[in-house]
Nanobody, 127 residues
Framework: EEQLVESGGGLVQSGGSLRLSCEAS????????VGWFRQAPGKEREGVSS????????VYRDSVKGRFTISKDTAKNMVYLQMNSLQPEDPATYYC????????????????????WGQGTQVTVSS
């Protein structure tokens, strides 16, 4: 069966770094659009970043541009989110999601457009 598993979350001080990993089983990330979403307590789930399987293009939420980097390791069938310069506004549960069908520019930011989801990994940033 198709499955996504996130890992790499934890506690980090402001300005620190974490690398989140998302491993796919049962399907190839190379055939999927992959997105990272996050949801903080009391807040709505929001898109963080995504990478397109067709052209490899990436997009980032404005608040994380220059700090976060999404990448893919096809050989390992994994997608990463490198998070640098973490700020107190970044703590949340982070989820990876995949979708094989083409996604429009707007759909890349919509959680309903993704058909496969992991269970999430929690990121906590001390102030």
């Amino acid at each position: 069966e198709e499955q996504l598993v996130e890992s790499g979350g934890g506690l980090v001080q402001s300005g620190g770094s974490l690398r989140l990993s998302c491993e796919a089983s049962g399907f190839a990330f190379d055939d999927y659009n992959v997105g990272w979403f996050r949801q903080a307590p009391g807040k709505e789930r929001e898109g963080v970043s995504s990478i397109n399987h067709g052209d490899g293009s990436t997009v980032y939420r404005d608040s994380v541009k220059g700090r976060f980097t999404i990448s893919k390791d096809t050989a390992k069938n994994m997608v990463y989110l490198q998070m640098n310069s973490l700020q107190p506004e970044d703590p949340a549960t982070y989820y990876c999601a995949g979708e094989p069908s083409p996604l429009t520019t707007s759909a890349r930011w919509s959680e309903v457009a993704y058909g496969h989801w992991g269970q999430g990994t929690q990121v906590t940033v001390s102030s």
